[in-house]
């Protein structure tokens, strides 16, 4: 073949070998004992955490975080950390899904809106010294009771494994964090059976080494490949007759481009209802994820810490999360809205500058302040201004487009009572926000017993996101993988909002609705003053943890082998951020 024909017919041949490979192979997983599922995940843990130092310095390289920074705490904790965490969680599931034992250790209860609620975090001691006070509930779709949790609960290991049927998904990774792509990957190959073929997104495909190391044991069964390659490599995949089903991670433009096609075609496609894909389609694709600060009576350092909490739900990860605070609700009459976004302007300007990594990050910040003319920036040093764009009362462009870069809008309602202030904020972020993946919530929990616990629990079953976060931010979900994760339920692909389906999830619900996650309003050991006898300090996904880096590494050491020996150092860093 001339080089003429090479440059206008590629040569995928090598991705029909994988793909040959994956349909020879899929029954064969499938019927896979879950004794030897077990020993493919304890063998994956090893080999991740030989490689798990290379894969966070390689990351935080590309990120361009500084060497020694404490901000490669972030490649340890979203990257080898979780995937870790993930391990440890199917582990114990698969060990007791024979009569779904593992359910009987997890707390229940009905919430005040009459829903199955189901604590996942803490589960086990050392989600209660390592996690102190965090709380992660999952909360089920309203027709699942007590009685009939297990018959909704891994329901693909029901039967006898012989009798299992496989398929062969095709995943496309995410370019931002780490621990995405091999996350979903273990949806497909450990709760569902399928064998997968994981492309890499060009952004992170630098980790493809890492990521074949660790998962060797999957590989080595003709579970999974992990390929590299462009746009093409994405197309020739998606449309190939060996791939059953796609799972895509990213923003809803690239999912409709796929599903429906590009520009006209795909506007008259959708129109018509008439995909030019018709396989099953699940997605994970982002939102206009809001924070909604509750007027209360914040102390000093109350105002100080929550502004470094918000930091973080911005800038973390540079601002390149699917779940990062794109729009701050505030109370406009609250006395106190002044001094908190004074400190967060300080936060933002003392943490340590980083620059914009992901392509287009510059172009889509000067699209977004073109929208405002009296957008304010608040200073970064050396990295670019965090865009600061308050919205009116009105729809707005800022209200319907995830921006995926450092920059924020800001929304204000008139409310004065806590109690109607927060359900205004609930309807406003239901009915004009883009999206339903993540909303955070930051109150004072006075406010909480003011408004009454239980109506604050009613006010909040109102607010339809896939996780909810109370004084906490909706990443630490995404971090706890027994969490699912995902978009509220009932998109469809004709309006796909933020994706359809969940992943994570390593207690394998079939039918959660939504995940509310809550977290000290103080960090310990200021806590105690309160007596709230939490041992929280600093969370290490805040940005300005100054001891990230050392606890990432710790934490994903404790997840490879638990013991109380290995805990003292890991409270005395954590103490020291």
């Not at 997890?106 to 975090?121: E, I, P, S």
């Amino acid at each position: 073949m001339n080089q003429i024909t090479t440059d206008l017919i590629p040569d995928h041949s090598a991705l029909d070998r994988d793909l040959d490979a994956l349909v020879a192979a899929k029954d064969t997983w499938a019927r896979t004992t879950n004794a030897k599922r077990i020993a493919v995940l304890e063998e994956i843990k090893d080999r991740l955490l030989a490689v798990a130092e290379g894969w966070a310095e390689t990351a935080a390289r590309h990120k361009l975080i500084a060497p020694g920074s404490p901000l490669a705490g972030e490649e340890w904790i979203s990257g080898p950390y979780a995937v870790m965490a993930a391990c440890n969680g199917l582990m114990q599931t698969i060990a007791g899904v024979e009569g779904k034992t593992f359910l009987d250790h997890l707390k229940k209860r009905q919430t005040a809106n009459g829903q199955l609620a189901v604590r996942v975090v803490p589960h086990t001691i050392w989600d209660h010294l390592l996690l102190s006070g965090i709380n992660a509930e999952v909360w089920m779709e309203p027709e699942v009771t007590e009685g009939t949790l297990a018959a909704n609960t891994a329901t693909a290991y029901d039967g006898r494994a012989e009798a299992r049927e496989s398929g062969v998904s095709l995943v496309l990774g995410a370019g931002n964090i780490a621990s995405i792509a091999p996350l979903d990957v273990f949806q497909k190959v450990f709760s569902e059976h399928k064998v997968v073929i994981l492309k890499m997104n060009p952004v992170n495909d630098y980790l493809t080494p890492y990521l074949e190391a660790a998962l060797q044991p999957l590989i080595e069964r003709d579970a999974l490949r992990i390929v590299r390659g462009g746009a093409d490599v994405g197309g020739y995949l998606c449309t190939h007759k060996s791939v059953d089903e796609i799972h895509i991670t990213g923003a809803a433009a690239s999912h409709d481009v796929i599903v429906w096609g590009p520009g006209a075609v795909g506007a008259k496609n959708k129109k018509a209802g008439t995909p030019k894909l018709t396989k099953p389609i699940t997605s994970e694709l982002g939102a206009v994820c809001p924070t909604i600060v509750v007027p209360g009576d914040w102390s000093a350092a109350d105002l100080r810490f929550q502004a470094e909490h918000i930091a973080t739900q911005k800038l973390h990860n540079s601002g390149f999360n699917c779940v990062a605070c794109q729009m701050l609700i505030l109370p406009g009459q609250w006395p106190q809205k002044a001094a908190l976004m004074g400190h967060l302007r300080d936060v933002m300007q003392q943490v340590e500058a980083r620059q914009a990594y992901y392509p287009g990050a510059a172009d889509r910040m000067a699209h977004f302040a073109s929208h405002a003319p009296d957008a304010e920036r608040f200073d970064r040093g050396a990295a670019p201004a965090c865009v600061v764009a308050p919205v009116g009362d009105g729809e707005s462009w800022f209200t319907r487009n995830e921006v995926f870069a450092p920059a924020m809008s800001t929304h204000e309602i008139s409310e004065a009572k806590p109690e109607a202030y927060l359900i205004e904020a609930i309807r406003y972020a239901n009915d004009t926000l883009h999206g339903t993946l993540g909303a955070n919530i930051l109150i004072h929990p006075k406010t909480i017993r003011e408004i009454g616990k239980r109506r604050f629990e009613e006010i909040i079953a109102d607010l339809r996101y896939g996780t909810i976060a109370i004084n906490a931010w909706t990443g630490l979900a995404f971090l706890a993988t027994a969490c699912p994760w995902g978009a509220f339920p009932g998109h469809t692909l004709d309006d796909v909002g933020s994706g359809i389906g969940f992943a994570h999830n390593t207690f394998m619900f079939d039918r959660p609705q939504r995940v509310v996650v809550q977290a000290p309003w103080r960090p310990f050991p200021r806590n105690i003053l309160s007596g709230k006898a939490t041992l929280l300090p600093r969370p290490p996904w805040f940005v300005t943890n100054r001891r990230q880096h050392v606890l990432g590494r710790l934490l994903t050491r404790f997840q490879h082998s638990p013991g109380w020996l290995k805990l003292p150092r890991i409270f005395v860093n954590a103490l020291r951020g």
